[in-house]
């Protein structure tokens, strides 16, 4: 019995070792092959034209590249207004690199950046990008606490924060001065309040009108509203800047609250637009006890209130009354805006004449 136990288990050992051999290809060396192509090499970050801007004079910045090769990468070099600042020469993938390469002494001014990649057989390729790193912005008019001018980016430069993206907004090349924010369906921008909320404001900014949908949210500051959470319309404090359909123009209309309830400001046909391709100036101010609304600087609508109470308020939405004024369907704008700027204190109506004119 013995005997025949130790053949059963050469059997069956000789059977596993045969079906092993012939289910699973054994493990072989492929050569590399000829290298025949070219590395090609893109930069990521910055864009071509990009325009960086930080409170720093001189200030760290983290250089993208996408590099590829058909057998090997050995290395990508960098030279910024033809000086050579450095290369990278380790790569995750010898082929397909997604990587990037830190650089700490980038000052003010426009820059070239130049990016070399050389594969295993000595083949390159360069690619060049030119951007700017401005000089950190200095505020134009007293009392400025925020300020947009949608030059490609949705950085508050009198901050430097950038807004919190809902959906894809996008900007625009023709713009008041220079590019616009461009809105779509579902987008908006969104910022914290901690530096516009004062006990008095002014707003201001250019507007280019789509008037569909035909009705919106442009400049929303809102509380929650726990007792309609899926469509808030909590207006006991903040402000609410929006626009809907009147006849074949759009109302505009400015809601404020003081704390304990809201005032309007609109006047009929006093606050209407007709959709044309012209911009608009928009403003409005809010002081402790008077608040008006300015299209292209006259007066459309005002009158005594109370003030703006910023009770359980935290941020601003720019372009939409979504998160918390939707239960009036005031969503996003597909509308065109440009050079946004709050203040901390009640602009006069000549001020307001001026920074149009």
């Known amino acids: 019995m013995k005997i025949l136990r130790l053949i059963t288990y050469a059997v069956t050992t000789a059977v596993l070792a045969i079906g092993c051999d012939e289910g699973i290809d054994p493990i072989s060396h492929v050569p590399p092959g000829e290298d025949v192509n070219p590395p090609t090499i893109e930069i990521t970050y910055p864009v071509e034209g990009s325009r960086i801007r930080v409170k720093e004079d001189v200030m760290p910045i983290e250089f993208r590249f996408h590099a590829e090769d058909d057998i090997e990468i050995v290395s990508v070099s960098f030279t910024l207004d033809g000086t050579n600042i450095g290369e990278v020469t380790e790569f995750k993938d010898y082929r397909v690199a997604f990587q990037n390469f830190w650089y700490d002494q980038l000052t003010n001014g426009s820059h070239t950046l130049v ?5 295993v057989t000595g083949k390159t390729a360069s690619t060049s990008i ?6 950190p912005y200095e505020p134009v008019y007293d009392g400025e606490t925020f300020y947009l001018p949608f030059d490609g980016d949705f950085t508050d430069l009198v901050n430097l924060v950038e807004g919190s993206i809902a959906g894809v907004p996008g ?4 713009g008041y001065l220079d ?3 461009k809105g779509a369906s579902g987008a908006y921008v969104a910022y914290p309040i901690n530096t516009i909320a004062t006990e008095e404001i002014s707003v201001v900014f ?12 442009i400049l929303t500051v ?7 959470p899926n469509a808030p319309n909590n207006r006991t404090s903040g402000f609410r800047l929006f626009r809907e359909a009147a006849g074949d123009k759009q109302r505009f209309k400015l809601n404020v609250g003081n704390g304990e309830t809201d005032g309007w400001f609109e006047t009929g046909p006093s606050t209407d637009l007709e959709a044309t391709d ?14 008006t609304f300015y299209i292209n600087g006259e007066i459309v609508s005002e009158g005594d209130f109370d003030g703006v109470s910023w009770a359980q308020c935290n941020s601003m939405s720019f372009a939409s009354g979504a998160p918390r004024f939707t239960g009036w369907d005031h969503f996003s704008d597909e509308s065109l805006y440009d050079e946004l700027r709050i203040f901390n204190r009640v602009l006069a109506q000549d001020e307001i004449q001026a920074m149009i004119n």
Request: glycine residues 6%.
């Open 115 to 119: 990016a070399t990649v050389t594969d």
């Open 130 to 135: 030119t951007f700017e790193k401005l000089e």
């Open 171 to 174: 900007f625009s090349d023709e």
């Open 179 to 181: 590019k616009a924010y």
């Open 206 to 217: 250019w507007y280019k009108m789509n008037p569909v949908p035909d009705r919106a949210g």
């Open 222 to 228: 809102s509380p929650p509203d726990p007792n309609n």
């Open 278 to 291: 012209e911009w608009v100036h928009i403003a409005f101010t809010i002081g402790t006890g008077h608040t």
